[in-house]
């Protein structure tokens, strides 16, 4: 009976030993996987193309002032048709050509007595035609000289709308330049890059290209499609 249980207690003892061994392993691989899991790098990845806008939109700001409203909205109606015809001329679509908005105020000037009336017109262009569009913007001083002063506000903007089109590729490619500055970091210090632990997606910039004139996207045709993305990656 001694003997048997002090096998017992043996077997019992062991189980109690390999258990606390067990458990210390386990302890110890668990505080080092989260000490693995704590181990990441974060990066910046970069994507950049170069696009050419498919919309040209130019507004046509131009006014006229005298004293009375049906003169005026005669001079107005008059230089509208100047605008129009310009545009027919130089190949575009009735429909191309809109009425963007028209404003009229007046005022009564007591010191001569008279009445004060000035009509504004904006008459926009759109198409996306942008080479003849560039084209006609180009020759706007055949408007002034035809009688059609061009007013503040009167503008060309190019812009890009296929960006959807462009967007997956794109991100794409900054992950993988993001990788990459991953992987060089990893090389310095002796790791392996992992799985993403978390990313960030940038915002979409268009801009104009270095080089070409404009300080901003919609002053040229030729524009720079820009993404940064901001991307953790677990180190093993």
């Not at 049906?70 to 130089?90: E, N, P, S, Y």
């Not at 198409?127 to 020759?139: H, I, L, M, P, S």
């Not at 790791?191 to 290209?209: L, P």
Request: net charge positive; aromatic share 8%; proline share 1%.
């Amino acid at each position: 009976m001694i003997r048997d249980r002090n096998l017992v207690l043996l077997v019992i003892g062991g189980a109690i030993a390999i258990a606390i061994v067990l458990g210390g392993y386990l302890l110890g691989d668990g505080l080092r996987r989260a000490r693995m899991a704590d181990r990441s790098v974060t990066v910046r990845g970069l994507a950049e193309r170069d696009v050419n806008a498919d919309l040209a939109t130019w507004t046509i700001v131009y006014t006229e002032q005298g004293t009375e409203l049906g003169t005026v909205q005669a001079a107005i109606d008059q230089k509208t048709r100047t605008v129009r015809a310009f545009f027919t001329r130089l190949g575009f679509n009735e429909q191309d050509v809109n009425t963007a908005g028209t404003g009229v105020s007046q005022y009564y000037d007591s010191n001569r007595g008279t009445n004060n009336v000035t009509v504004r017109q904006r008459l926009q262009l759109r198409t996306n035609d942008v080479g003849k569009a560039r084209a006609a913007f180009a020759r706007q001083f055949e408007l002034i000289r035809n009688g059609v002063a061009l007013e503040e506000g009167t503008a060309m903007i190019y812009s890009f709308t296929r960006l959807n089109d462009i967007k997956p590729a794109m991100i794409a490619e900054a992950t993988r330049d993001a990788r990459k500055g991953a992987e060089q970091f990893a090389k310095d210090s002796g790791t392996r890059v992992g799985g993403i632990k978390q990313a960030t997606q940038g915002y979409f910039s268009v801009g104009a290209r270095y080089g070409d004139e404009g300080s901003s996207g919609s002053d040229s045709p030729f524009q720079k499609v820009r993404v940064v993305t901001t991307i953790d990656f677990y180190l093993d």
